[in-house]
């Protein structure tokens, strides 16, 4: 939980807190990151470019309780840039692999877990054929867990337009699921 | 369909479990820290207002031509404006005599200045005459007074007789000489 005073203090330029704020933030905004790009260090550098905007752009902001929206605006913002840099992968390959590990973590129980890596195969092999849109609101709504309120303040879009776009992602990714697992 | 949504939602559980670790926060934060040190270094006043003017062009080369090319366009208005001014300077002074010389004062001094004046012209090119105010001032006092001695001369001669015939006989062999000559 980050402490509103350790923001007002960073606020005020105070360098030494700003380091405990980095490791309060850090991997909040890792997990959108990572999730969002299936890239560990394209990951952490986003992380590492969010924090100096941050650090740039704290006096700017009107009030420390819009601070986690405020981050997790910075890095969706930041992840659709690498994502639209990245070429589009003219044709999906399925990866039997990835839906053999999905497979057997789903037979394992609700309790299963997985490591960096195959999540990162597992989100990359799902969501491969979103739009970034679809994918950042699937992250945000089934993986995050949070509201379309707080999705259509972090990515400045409609509650319809994250409706359909959560609607497209959730059938994709349903009709994939039931094609290869 | 159910089962299908069965599926998704225990694939969607396991991805929610596996929450991406981020290991290396330390890292992060150094680099983080040592990135901010850097950018709050103090630099060089020229540098912020070259990205304060040309910080909208993102690419390097048309950034260092426009700034080769304003460099050179001040340089040439600099010089420009430094022969203009020299150009100014120099009329200012003609202007000074020239207004001696439209004076409607009817003063015999100022007349007589005028009329040193041209006759220094005549000698000087105009463009070359650089006489200031105060040179033409001692100019004109010394006239008057040359002027007042040659009248007491004058008066001097014309009340002594021998002097007069003297003078007048001196003149004559004098003009006599140049005759032959």
Redesign the interface.
């Known amino acids: 939980m980050i402490d509103i005073e350790l923001i007002e203090e960073c606020r005020d330029g105070n360098?030494n807190n700003?380091?405990k704020l980095?490791?309060l933030t850090?991997?909040m905004a890792?997990?959108v990151a990572?999730?969002i790009l299936c890239d560990?260090d394209l990951?952490?550098d986003v992380?590492?470019e969010t924090?100096?905007t941050i650090?740039?752009k704290l006096k700017k902001i009107k009030s420390v309780e819009v601070y986690r929206t405020w981050i997790y605006r910075i890095v969706v913002n930041k992840c659709y840039d690498e994502l639209r840099k990245r070429k589009r992968h003219p044709e999906f390959v399925t990866d039997e692999q990835t839906w053999s590990l999905?497979s057997n973590?789903?037979s394992e129980g609700?309790?299963?877990?997985?490591?960096?890596k195959?999540?990162e195969k597992?989100?990359s092999q799902?969501t491969n054929r979103l739009t970034p849109k679809q994918k950042t609101v699937f992250v945000l709504s089934?993986?995050e867990?949070m509201t379309n309120d707080e999705i259509s303040e972090i990515t400045g879009m409609s509650k319809s337009g994250i409706k359909s776009n959560l609607h497209y992602a959730?059938k994709n990714?349903?009709e994939m699921?039931?094609k290869y697992? | 369909m159910e089962q299908e949504s069965e599926k998704y939602k225990k694939v969607l559980e396991i991805l929610r479990n596996s929450q991406p670790v981020l290991d290396s926060t330390d890292d992060i934060e150094n680099e983080v820290i040592k990135r901010i040190s850097k950018i709050n270094e103090p630099r060089p006043n020229l540098l912020n207002l070259i990205d304060f003017l040309f910080g909208w062009v993102y690419i390097g080369w048309v950034r260092n031509g426009l700034i080769t090319a304003s460099v050179i366009l001040v340089m040439f208005f600099i010089w420009q404006q430094s022969i203009i001014l020299k150009r100014i300077d120099l009329l200012s002074r003609q202007a000074i005599i020239e207004n001696v010389e439209t004076i409607s004062n009817p003063a015999s001094e100022v007349e007589r200045g005028i009329m040193m004046y041209k006759l220094s012209g005549r000698r000087l090119p105009s463009r070359n005459l650089t006489i200031s105010e105060k040179q033409m001032n001692q100019l004109l006092d010394s006239v008057n007074e040359l002027q007042t001695k040659y009248k007491d001369l004058i008066k001097l001669i014309e009340d002594d007789p021998e002097l007069k015939s003297s003078i007048e006989k001196k003149l004559k062999e004098h003009n006599q000489k140049k005759t032959k000559i």
Do not use: G
């Open positions: 360098f700003f380091r980095v490791e850090s991997p890792f997990s990572f999730r560990e990951a952490k992380v590492q924090m100096i650090w740039q999905i973590r789903v609700p309790s299963a877990e997985l490591e960096n195959e999540t597992v989100i799902l089934d993986l867990q959730r990714i349903s699921i039931e697992l």
